[in-house]
């Protein structure tokens, strides 16, 4: 048995959940993968996988057995990556989480000039909302927005801040009124999005001074895109990132209310940053995204 190969193929098969998946991403057959499985349970002697007709999910010793090899696995690739690009351009693959909405609007229009720059780099995004496992799921980098004190154990570096607006479309002011005060939200439609704090409120700060406002609205959306859409088909007042509706604004279609003051949904949610793990703070394609993106972004939908 290959023990690399191995140990490889378990990390496909436990991040896909199954092992034609696994098959698919390696491109092998699904026969090697399941032969490969059962030799590598064998030579433990111990069960990391559980088979269903549908599904294969990791047992409690191959939970614990994948956060070692993904470590393995990361600095394996570390240091064949530094060896690559000491004499040159970083070089490698990085495989970056994003969330959707900024991938599309902010992220993804630098990405063609990020590889035209970097020749020996390519990108594997994962654009997802999900919370994702950095160890896990073998990620050089997370793009995140919020507070980075919520990332204990990972480095952050800040991108970009992350300014907050209220906003509705003018159909919507006409038919509801404008609130000249953040009080008068309580009597408004609010489209509300979930945050992990589970707050239903918004802060709006003026002055040194903070007011708090419970909001409430029929629609609440764990998805920025959809909070933009209610705001734009009428159905009430947001409170989104200034780089989601920025050209929004522009055309007219939205407009910002309640200037007067600095609002967040959560106290010191103000930054977009980028994560990482501590054995990554030395990997120079790591270094060389970050730059490249908190330059390309900084003073960036302000």
Known sequence: MDKLLA????SVVAET???????R???TATSSVTRLMDALESSLGVTLLTRTTRH???????????????????????????????GGD?????RISVPVSYARIVLGPHLAAFLDAY???SLDLVVSDAYLDL????????VRIGVPAQDPGLIARKLMDNRRVVVASPAYLKRAGVPAAPADLATHHCLRFPYRQGRQSWTFTRNGQSEKVEVKGRLTANSLDILREGVLNGQGIALVPTWLVQSDIVSGEIVPLLDAWSAHPVAG??????AFLPNRRHSRKVQTFIAFFAERLRGAHA
């Open 56 to 86: 294969v999910t990791l047992t409690d010793a191959g939970a614990t057995y994948l956060e070692q090899v993904s470590r393995l696995l990361s600095e394996l690739i570390e240091a064949d990556e530094s060896v690559a690009d000491a």
């Open 25 to 27: 991403r390696l491109g």
């Open 269 to 274: 949610d103000a930054q977009v940053y980028a």
């Open 119 to 121: 020749p020996r780099l």
């Open 90 to 94: 970083p070089v490698g693959t990085l």
């Open 135 to 142: 160890a896990a799921d073998r990620l050089d980098v997370a």
């Open 17 to 23: 959940g199954g092992f034609s998946k696994a098959a």
């Open 7 to 10: 140990l490889e193929t378990f």
